[in-house]
């Protein structure tokens, strides 16, 4: 299902960039499937649903709304959005304030797991606290699929990661310290990157912090994307990784500096996390 108001896009400033990559972009990299911008000088909408492709979408100016998994939400200047086009969805510009819009379709690469992990930390509509710099990645995008070189695909790609970047971090930096709750979970993240050796708990932790054990688990996952526990294990590992490569002591002696009490499961930890053992990731980076 595909349905359009055209209208907008006879616009002398608007613009619609329809792109084929090419086999190394489609097998390698994050491509581009669809760019432009629409500067409505009266209503427009679009409506699809089923299209293998991933959209965002920055609205510059006026107002409009996106229907999108039987929710509604209103979109103003400075909203985005990040939807999957094979849900049914239908945005429409306001009648009264019509909107600007820059968007790019886009697909390959890791898209799904950017998406899946967007949806984790956030909903489909955001407000970057860098709006600006969206503009300006979409607007760059638009202007490399206009001029088309044989750079035009891997730029692009990179273009697209900056955007995810941009749209996977909107709602961190922000609203990390926007709370006595969410300042408490900044000093356990940092806690545990200094005390990752110990003989932490999650007990211990909510002990150490005064915060119940249910807030931490659910709210330091929501803002950091991984649990108390993984985050413990990961710091480990890092510093295994570290000992491993500038250090001659055995796997023995660095599990416990680690914080690890039993040498073997240090060993399955890392190798779980690296897919190699020890002594593997030691040749490897040693030569």
Not at 186 to 194: L, N, P, Q, R, T
Request: glycine share 4%; with cysteine.
């Amino acid at each position: 299902m595909d349905q359009h108001d055209d209208k907008s896009f006879r616009d002398d400033l608007s613009k619609r960039i329809i792109n084929t990559p090419g086999p190394a972009a489609k097998n390698a990299f994050f491509y581009v499937q669809e760019t432009g911008c629409v500067k409505a000088g009266g209503a427009s909408s679009a409506q699809r649903q089923d299209l293998d492709s991933f959209l965002i979408v920055a609205v510059a100016d006026g107002s409009g709304t996106l229907n999108y998994k039987g929710d509604t939400y209103p979109l103003s200047k400075g909203d985005c959005f990040f939807i999957d086009c094979r849900e049914a969805h239908f945005y429409k510009s306001s009648d009264k304030e019509p909107w600007e819009l820059l968007w790019v379709h886009f697909n390959g690469s890791t898209s799904q797991q950017y998406y899946d992990f967007f949806l984790s930390q956030s909903k489909n509509v955001f407000h970057p606290a860098f709006f600006d710099k969206a503009v300006s990645i979409l607007s760059e995008i638009i202007s490399i699929n206009e001029a088309r070189d044989q750079n035009s695909e891997i730029i692009s790609s990179m273009l697209i990661v900056e955007l995810l970047t941009l749209a996977l971090t909107s709602n961190n930096y922000d609203q990390m310290y926007d709370s006595a709750l969410k300042q408490k979970l900044a000093s356990v993240h940092e806690y545990i990157d200094s005390h990752f050796s110990d003989d932490l708990s999650l007990e211990k932790l909510a002990s150490e912090f005064y915060i119940s054990k249910f807030y931490l688990t659910r709210e330091y996952k929501k803002i950091y994307g991984m649990t108390i526990f993984q985050h413990i294990i990961t710091a480990r590992i890092n510093y295994g990784k570290s000992l491993l490569r500038f250090s001659e002591k055995s796997v023995e002696e660095i599990a416990h500096l680690c914080g690890f009490n039993d040498q073997s499961y240090f060993a399955r930890q890392f190798k779980k996390s690296e897919n190699l053992t020890c002594f593997a990731y030691r040749k490897m980076w040693r030569g």
